[in-house]
């Protein structure tokens, strides 16, 4: 007899990640000598620098092995307090920062924390793979905007405000946006940050992951700029200073 474990109801809202099972494809033809380049998971190509491994082995070795805060320690809050101030000209106070295991992990917090069955969260569309299925884990209903290859796989001003109702908790944004490329500009973003106003209800969440990862002739600025006064703004910035360094 074979027994099945339970799994709840949020659990069988999401389906596996599509990513990992890219990723594990690669893996498997790789092994069977297949010469393959995987483009699934978002992992740079070089190993992490020295400077943080050291770093990383003696705090170890100085002890710093304990619970922390558990929105992280003062130090890290303040680091990331000036990285803000330097790159982007925002401003936080400590109470506002709170560190978790990745993006994946902020995302999950921050979307389990705030919506209820019933709400609405806008994606623009091409978007990461774990959204939807977070929002769905949260309860809530994921609502897509489509931007397409025409207008630069970038969602207009009139697009965000026709999608947006009274259960809209919140607006995921990425830009530079995975898995498009598409890079939003101070004006196009101010013209989105303008319709947000207007909507005092919806919260911000502005996925930054590739801040630093771009090409052409660009200079990042994040929807956190242009959101100003800001109801809620969650910036996931785990893995870009890292991919910069
Ligand atoms: C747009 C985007 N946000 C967030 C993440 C997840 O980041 P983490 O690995 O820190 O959970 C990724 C990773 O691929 C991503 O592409």
């Known amino acids: 007899m074979s027994l099945k474990p339970h799994t709840s109801a949020a659990l069988n809202r999401i389906q596996p990640s599509a990513t990992l099972a890219m990723t594990a494809r690669v893996t498997k033809l790789k092994a069977d000598g297949v010469d393959v380049i995987g483009l699934s998971a978002g992992e740079p190509d070089f190993d992490t620098p020295d400077f943080v491994k050291e770093a990383a082995i003696e705090a170890i070795r100085g002890g710093q092995t304990k619970y922390t805060l ?7 809050k303040e680091a990331i307090r000036g990285k803000f101030r330097r790159d982007n000209g925002l401003d936080f106070g400590l109470d506002q920062i709170t560190v978790n295991v990745g993006g994946k992990h902020t995302l999950f917090n921050a979307l389990v924390a705030t919506v209820d069955p019933g709400d ?5 569309a091409p978007y990461w793979v774990s959204y939807p299925d977070i929002v769905a884990f949260a309860g809530g209903t994921p609502v897509t905007i489509e931007a397409s290859a025409a207008q630069n796989y970038k969602i207009t001003p009139e697009q965000l405000d026709a999608a947006i109702t009274a259960k809209t908790r919140w607006i995921i944004f990425n830009s530079p946006s995975n898995p498009s490329g598409a890079a939003y500009s101070p004006e196009e973003l101010d013209a989105l940050g303008e319709v947000i106003r207007r909507h005092p209800h919806v919260m911000v969440m502005t996925d930054d992951m590739y801040e630093h990862v771009w090409y052409a002739d660009f200079a990042f600025s994040t929807l956190a700029q242009s959101t100003r006064p800001p109801t809620a703004i969650v910036g996931v910035a785990s893995a870009a200073d890292l991919i910069a360094a």
Not at 70 to 76: I, N, S
Not at 120 to 124: A, K
């Open 70 to 76: 558990v929105d992280g320690t003062v130090a890290l």
């Open 120 to 124: 609405e969260v806008i994606i623009p």
